[in-house]
């Protein structure tokens, strides 16, 4: 008999596990739904391959194969509860901090915020200079074998040329009615035998490549220049003002033959004497440089010490005053003989319900200088006396605090509400008995109990305070006041 009981309270044990077998309906939404996830995984993973986002095409196609795999077995119900927000978790999360942390061992920033090829493409596009008085009509042809070629005439010479992006393949050359030219009656040149010439829709069609098409003029498109179209109609002759050697990776100016090689540890290409080609950057591994950095150099050490320090000054005032204002309110509202309680809860929460941007707004024109409601009317501060409360550092940093315990009191208010009537009012009698005064009962009674259960509510109340920027930056106070 003991056996039998200890095998049914198994299998009951299993079946919960497993989530008992699912109903037809069940399965057929379950399936929609995961196929519509493959899906939208499925063309996410080759917009990754198409961008040669290699490793996360990999990882992208990993998860979706765990994903398929959890939900599509038998059994395995945590892990069907828990699968989404581990996702999320490592997505928003970790990603981000080890994203972050791998930021700060390099020089990524406003200069240099793209890998070399990016940067060196950059660089090329700057250095091309147009060519004064070097303009063609240019009709857009394709060859037999499908490429692209410029038609070109050039008006002030009377003469026809034809030419595509490889010289060695489509040389750029004069043609004439011998080579099949067909002339148009606006002078230039119309057609050309052995090439289509394309409409206006096709021109439209293939706009990105006729936009990128370069037709070099000679074997050295940086001495001879190249001939380039920004709409398929007009071209203007161009010219690099510098060269780039892939082997050496250095870029050599033509105008004083001075090379600029690529320096990694900077991530720009600098010249001999350390003088930057321009300002043109990319992204590279710098080890522990900008720490280095940070706690060597004394203009960034001090401030950003200071701003460390006042962050947690600001944190734990926050939560500090609003837990204390909270609180009192609290336990002052808490006595059920109170008449109209409700209301008087109700008006408390009021700034916690009203959108935090319109309060800040409301804050900004009473700490103002001049016509401030706090300077005029509260205060009554004559025009010699009057606080800068956006100006200075110290009256800012109280307006922030004193702001924010407006907009942060009233959840203090509800939690510790909440806590305080779920404390037993046996306890408070018997202390009130035993001859304990209010402040006793409240000290030795009720505070133990409240931080029970606020601890993780204050602790987050911590955390978000923390990384409070809005605020701040609502109330436009600068960073030299803060």
Known sequence: M???EIKARRKAAKHLYDGGTPSIRG???????????????GTLFFALIGKSQITFAILLASVTLIVNYIYLRKGGLPAKYLAPGVILLVCFQIYT???????????????????????????MLAAVEP???????????????????LLATDMAA????????????????????????????????????????????????????????????????????FLATTDGYAGSVNKYSYT????????????????????????????SNGDRLNEIGWKTNIGFKNFKTIFTDKELRGPLLGVLLWTFEFALGSVLTTFILGLALALLLNDERIRGLKIYRSILILPYA?????????????????????????????????????????????????????????????????????????????????????????????????????????????????NNFTAIYLLKIGRAHV
């Not at 399965?27 to 995984?41: E, S």
């Not at 060519?131 to 070629?149: F, H, P, R, S």
């Not at 990776?249 to 033959?257: F, G, P, S, V």
């Not at 309060?359 to 205060?379: P, Q, R």
Request: aromatic share 12%.
């Open 2 to 4: 003991r056996d039998a």
């Open 27 to 41: 399965q057929i939404i379950k399936i929609i739904v995961l196929g519509l996830i493959d899906a939208f995984a």
């Open 97 to 123: 901090v080890v994203f972050s942390g791998y930021i700060s061992f390099t020089n990524y920033g406003s200069l240099h915020n793209s890998n070399y090829e990016a940067a060196l493409n950059a660089t």
């Open 131 to 149: 060519v004064e008085g070097a303009d063609y009509d240019v009709k857009v042809l394709k060859g037999a074998d499908g490429a692209l070629q």
């Open 158 to 225: 009377n003469k026809v040329y034809v030419g595509g992006a490889d010289y060695k393949v489509h040389p750029w050359h004069e043609v004439s009615a011998a080579d099949g030219l067909v002339m148009g009656a606006d002078g230039t040149a119309d057609s050309l035998k052995g090439f289509t010439r394309l409409n206006d829709d096709q021109i439209t069609n293939n706009a990105v490549a006729i936009v990128g098409l370069k037709v070099p003029l000679g074997t050295n498109p940086a001495v001879d220049g």
């Open 244 to 271: 780039y050697d892939a082997a050496t990776k250095t870029i050599t100016t033509l105008a004083d033959n001075r090379k600029y090689v690529a320096n990694n540890k900077e991530g720009f290409f600098t010249a």
């Open 354 to 466: 009203f959108p935090a941007f319109l309060s800040a707004y409301v804050w900004k024109g009473m700490y103002n200088t001049d016509h401030g409601f706090i300077n005029n009317s509260i205060l009554h501060l004559s025009d010699g006396n009057k606080i800068h409360w956006l100006e200075q550092q110290g009256p800012a940093r109280a307006a922030i605090l004193i702001m924010n315990l407006w907009l942060g009191f009233p959840y203090m208010f509800l939690i510790t509400t909440g806590a305080l009537q779920a404390i037993p009012a046996d306890l408070s009698e018997s202390a009130s008995i035993d001859g304990a005064s209010a402040w006793q009962t409240f000290r030795q009674i009720k505070l133990p109990l409240l931080l029970v259960s606020l601890t993780p509510l204050l602790i987050a109340s911590f955390a978000f305070n923390f």
